[in-house]
T-cell receptor, first 113, second 110 residues
Framework: DAEITQSPRHKITETGRQVTLACHQTWNHNNMFWYRQDLGHGLRLIHYSYGVQDTNKGEVSDGYSVSRSNTEDLPLTLESAASSQTSVYFC????????????FGEGSRLTVL | EDKVVQSPLSLVVHEGDTVTLNCSYEVTNFRSLLWYKQEKKAPTFLFMLTSSGIEKKSGRLSSILDKKELFSILNITATQTGDSAIYLCALRAGSYQLTFGKGTKLSVIP
């Protein structure tokens, strides 16, 4: 069955360290997204991609970067982790022909100390 | 800027009750409105609505959209403890990304 997987599922890091969260989907979807979820804010869009070599900033992109070198993967990098980036991160994907439904990964819980 | 507002933010009901969750929105180029259920992990898709007045139904859950008044409701009848979750409303406008509301946390007590 097609799926979308995130790793690591849990990570604790220190302020200032670089962190990369992996996202891999086997749906062959063109569209991929990274959201963060925080209490009181809901899901907020960080970055998104509509295909290989395409990346775009979302609502809360400061301090984050992504790259899309193939269809299956969209890693999210925190260049210098900050305590404000402690959150649960969700990767999602959708087909280019879809009318909106996103398929979500299980989430990655990141704690920055 | 597209905006999604959900109400109430939290709700506690007893098993067997009927609940109505609200989602209002502001958008410049409406494509669709989606409802998701989130238990402990990833949000799971419930409904997608594109046309006014057409009810979508799945078991005890149903949803409808009013594009004139810019809102949608999600109804759950005969609630069960398994319905306890965060219900998310999301808006698709113009492109593929979704704008989410803050969610309604529903707690169903026996």
């Amino acid at each position: 069955d097609a799926e979308i997987t995130q790793s690591p599922r849990h990570k604790i890091t220190e302020t200032g360290r670089q962190v990369t969260l992996a996202c891999h989907q086997t749906w062959n979807h063109n569209n991929m997204f990274w959201y963060r979820q925080d209490l009181g804010h809901g899901l907020r869009l960080i970055h998104y991609s509509y295909g290989v070599q395409d990346t775009n900033k979302g609502e809360v992109s400061d301090g984050y970067s992504v790259s899309r070198s193939n269809t299956e993967d969209l890693p999210l990098t925190l260049e210098s982790a900050a305590s404000s980036q402690t959150s649960v991160y969700f990767c999602a994907s959708s087909a280019a022909t879809s009318t909106g439904e996103l398929f979500f990964g299980e989430g990655s819980r990141l704690t920055v100390l | 800027e597209d905006k999604v507002v959900q109400s109430p933010l939290s709700l506690v009901v007893h098993e067997g009750d009927t609940v109505t969750l609200n989602c209002s929105y502001e958008v410049t180029n409406f494509r669709s409105l989606l409802w998701y259920k989130q238990e402990k992990k990833a949000p799971t898709f419930l409904f997608m609505l594109t046309s006014s007045g057409i009810e979508k139904k799945s078991g005890r859950l149903s949803s409808i959209l009013d594009k004139k008044e810019l809102f949608s409701i999600l109804n759950i009848t005969a609630t069960q403890t398994g319905d306890s979750a965060i219900y998310l409303c999301a808006l698709r406008a113009g492109s593929y990304q979704l704008t989410f509301g803050k969610g309604t946390k529903l707690s169903v007590i026996p």
